[in-house]
């Protein structure tokens, strides 16, 4: 009797021992994935990533040549829905290429150093990609589904157009009046025009960033965009 007592208590210890070592070998899983999980996320940049994002950057700034012409046109929104198309196609491209965080971002800083030459308040299209990433990231947790390209290269350019709309509001005035700059444009103080402005910048921006998803997809199945 007492041996058969024995027998059930190792039988006992040895099954609370697997049980715990089966509890770390999940946790430890568990942990892995997690980290796995963030690497993939935020994954490293490379050499070559910079490069094609670069490449990218140029091929946008070239089709944006148009830009010297429209800043002389004094219709608000006029600038983004000129370059709606081109800002959101090849930054498609370029984020399903190199499908990282920071690709917009990056992306952004390249144009603004030349931008800003032409004209200083698109410095803010920095602010505009981040806030774009943030919501990308929030949504859909990274870029490896096209829809989160698409998403991040729709919002890209029609996110100036509020901040544009506050610097000439708030922080820039027109050359001895006190009244914002806005007003210099036509429709500038018109909530209605801004608004239909806005949503048609949405609309090119959308077309150009499903262009840009079609591209991106028949590079890859050529094998020129791995």
């Known amino acids: 009797m007492t041996d058969d007592r024995r027998e059930i208590a190792v039988a006992e210890l040895i099954a609370n021992a697997e049980e715990e070592q089966s509890r770390a070998r999940e946790q430890a899983a568990g942990s892995s994935a997690r980290s796995g999980k963030r690497e993939k996320i935020f994954g490293k940049y490379k ?3 910079i490069v094609f ?11 944006g040549a148009v830009m010297p012409l429209l800043v002389n046109v004094p219709l608000f929104g006029i600038i983004q829905l000129g370059l709606g198309l081109q800002f959101s196609l090849f930054p498609v491209i370029g984020m399903m290429k190199v499908r990282k965080p920071f690709a917009l971002l990056l ?9 800003v030459f032409m004209f200083p308040p698109m410095v803010l299209i920095v602010v505009c990609a981040l806030v774009a990433e ?12 096209d829809r989160a390209c698409v998403f991040a290269g729709t919002l890209y350019m029609p996110l100036t157009i509020p901040l544009l709309y506050m ?13 914002a700059a806005v007003s210099m444009f036509l ?9 239909g402005i806005t949503v048609a910048v949405i609309a090119v921006c959308f077309a150009g960033s499903l262009i840009g998803m079609v591209i991106a997809r028949e590079l890859k199945k050529a094998g020129k965009l791995k």
């Open 187 to 195: 429709g500038g103080g018109n909530v209605g025009l801004i608004i």
């Open 47 to 49: 050499i070559k990533d």
């Open 107 to 115: 992306q952004s800083v390249f144009i603004s150093i030349f931008l």
């Open 134 to 145: 943030a919501l990308t990231l929030l949504i859909f947790r990274g870029y490896k589904n």
């Open 167 to 179: 610097y000439y509001n708030l922080f820039y005035t027109v050359s001895g009046e006190e009244q």
């Open 53 to 63: 994002l670069a490449i990218i950057t140029a091929c946008t700034l070239v089709t």
